[in-house]
């Protein structure tokens, strides 16, 4: 069982920065493709991006793409989510996530397709 962890979650104003962290208890996170997803309220939940094991391939949904930025750590087991140029529509409760399939080489934007899911942390932005 993987337990994830997001942080870094708060309020900011439009066109602010948040950075978020996602980390693993007790698993190592190389052998997963990660993605982050979001749900604003009164919403389906929605993919926002993904990185390959290897960090060699990331994806963006076409909101935040230009906006946001994925990478890992494996070493510190650690993924992260740089959203900069916020906007009001990116208020959501963002959670990360871990596809634990080594035969899959794509990024997958269903959520059915990830095993693991974090609690979740609230980003806020205000105009």
């Known amino acids: 069982q993987v337990q994830l962890v997001e942080s870094g979650g708060g309020s900011v104003q439009a066109g602010g920065s948040l950075r978020l962290s996602c980390t693993t208890s007790?698993?190592?996170?190389?052998?997963?493709?990660m993605g982050w997803f979001r749900q604003a309220p009164g919403k389906e939940r929605e993919f926002v991006s993904g990185i390959s094991r290897s960090a060699s391939s990331t994806y963006y949904s076409d909101a935040v793409n230009g906006r946001f930025t994925i990478s890992r750590d494996n070493a510190k087991n650690t993924v992260y989510l740089q959203m900069n140029s916020l906007k009001p529509e990116d208020t959501a409760v963002y959670y990360c996530s871990a596809d634990k399939n080594l035969w899959r080489t794509a990024i997958m934007t269903d959520e059915g397709a990830y095993d693991y899911w974090g609690q979740g942390t609230q980003v806020i932005v205000s105009s």
């Open positions: 007790g698993r190592t996170i190389i052998n997963y493709t």
